[in-house]
């Protein structure tokens, strides 16, 4: 029987994920520059270094490459301070699951302050007892170390956890970490659905059906 959650939120929680392809446009238009097309598609594989490297050298921008990615990480606080909405149905299943007792936490990749700063805009900060991050614990998600941190806070067995999540390599990590886990279907991962609803042990289309997610756990 579930008696923990373990949330992500980017793409799970938040339909936030778009920030990310779209971060360098946005950046670009504060400086007043007219991004080229495809843009997000060039900066995707790159880290925030080397994006900024690519902006600085293709756009002729004079500001230090250290500059740049500081003005893109102000793009994205921006986003998740006044514009990130939560993902279809997902107060309701939050406050569902609150209603049942489930102790809730989130994991995610993303800055503390961010997400913060989001949840209390939405008014679902109220649901989660703790924010833990990726850069907090030392490992991204393809370690399970922010799970166990989540399960040693939330103090139950893994087997008691839910973990929900969107990416692939995330519902992998935490099902080998002995976690129960939701897969939820996200855009940015839809090449990956059909092996994340193989891999996970529960898998929803989006948050609006909580009465089908729990005849599936009871």
């Not at 995707?44 to 994006?51: A, I, K, N, Q, V």
């Not at 997400?115 to 679902?124: S, T």
């Not at 991204?140 to 990416?167: R, T, W």
Request: with cysteine; proline share 3%.
């Amino acid at each position: 029987m579930i008696k923990g959650a373990i949330f992500d939120v980017d793409g799970t929680l938040l339909d936030s994920m778009a920030i990310w392809e779209e971060a360098g446009k946005r950046y670009l238009e504060r400086l007043h520059i007219k991004a080229e097309p495809g843009l997000s598609n060039i900066l995707f594989p790159m880290s925030l270094e080397e994006g900024a490297s690519y902006l600085k050298e293709t756009y002729e921008i004079s500001l230090k490459e250290e500059e740049i990615v500081k003005g893109i990480l102000e793009v994205v606080k921006d986003y998740y301070f006044y514009e990130a909405p939560l993902k279809p149905g997902a107060e309701s299943f939050l406050k569902e699951m609150s209603q049942k007792k489930i102790s809730m936490v989130i994991a995610t990749s993303s800055e503390k302050s961010h997400i913060e700063a989001a949840f209390h805009r939405l008014n679902i900060d109220q649901y989660f007892s703790k924010i833990i991050t990726c850069s907090e614990v030392g490992a991204g998600k393809s370690k399970p170390d922010i799970y166990l941190k989540a399960q040693e806070f939330l103090n139950f067995k893994p087997e008691e956890i839910y973990v929900f999540e969107d990416v692939l390599h995330a519902v992998q990590t935490a099902k080998k970490a002995g976690f129960k886990t939701v897969g939820i279907y996200d855009t940015s991962s839809e090449k990956d659905w059909e092996t994340i609803k193989k891999t996970a042990d529960i898998f929803l289309e989006d948050l609006h059906d909580f009465s089908s997610f729990w005849k599936q756990i009871s």
